[in-house]
């Protein structure tokens, strides 16, 4: 099994379902390895297989602050990234965030991050590598990746294509086709969290 992980997505949209209003972002931060576990345990769980899927490969998708406007979160980024990837299985792809002026406040912005989780859910697809290609995001924006993934596993051989996310969130679709879809919950997240101090 692979899993294709939209960081910041799935990260924000946990902090707004399952955390006290005004807790500080960072404190609600999400371990890859282990969210990626996580899906593994709730999906053996819903479709009540005895049969153990083995994750093999998480690919992890994220903004990275700015050294200068955002010093103290630039390095928990990269502190994080050096954590999550002592496991050989965890790849971590950063893109720059852009920064511009609202109100007077420099708000930070991703862009690009979506353009590379696509690419990835596909080329994962049509690699052919893994069983089982699991994007994790509630990001609609993702929904034509996953119609492309579906022609690219389609044909002999291929993975099948399935998604993840918080339950009680936006649920992600491909067309008309039916993709399997693994609820996480509280329980889930708090198993997820990583309570490392950057």
């Known amino acids: 099994m692979a899993v294709v992980v939209d960081y910041q997505n799935m990260h924000l949209t946990a902090r707004g379902q399952f955390t006290p209003q005004g807790a500080p972002t960072h404190h609600s931060l999400l371990h890859s390895l282990h969210l990626a576990n996580q899906i593994v345990i709730a999906r053996e769980a819903a479709q009540r297989t005895s049969v153990s899927t083995k994750l093999e490969h998480v690919s992890v998708f994220r903004g990275l602050p700015s050294s200068s406007h955002d010093a103290k979160n630039y390095a928990r980024s990269l502190a994080q990234k050096a954590e ?88 992600l679709r491909a067309g008309g086709s039916q993709l399997w879809h693994t609820f996480l919950n509280q329980s889930h997240y708090q198993a997820a969290r990583d309570r490392k101090q950057y």
């Open 84 to 171: 999550w990837t002592r496991d050989r299985r965890v790849q971590v792809t950063y893109r720059p965030l852009r920064y511009q002026w609202e109100n007077g406040v420099l708000v930070p912005r991703e862009k690009g991050v979506d353009v590379l989780v696509a690419l990835d859910i596909v080329q994962l697809a049509q690699s052919r590598a893994y069983d089982v290609v699991i994007l994790a995001a509630h990001d609609t924006d993702l929904e034509p990746a996953l119609e492309f993934a579906l022609r690219g596993a389609a044909g002999g051989g291929g993975p099948t294509i399935e998604t993840a996310g918080w339950r009680n969130c936006k649920r």
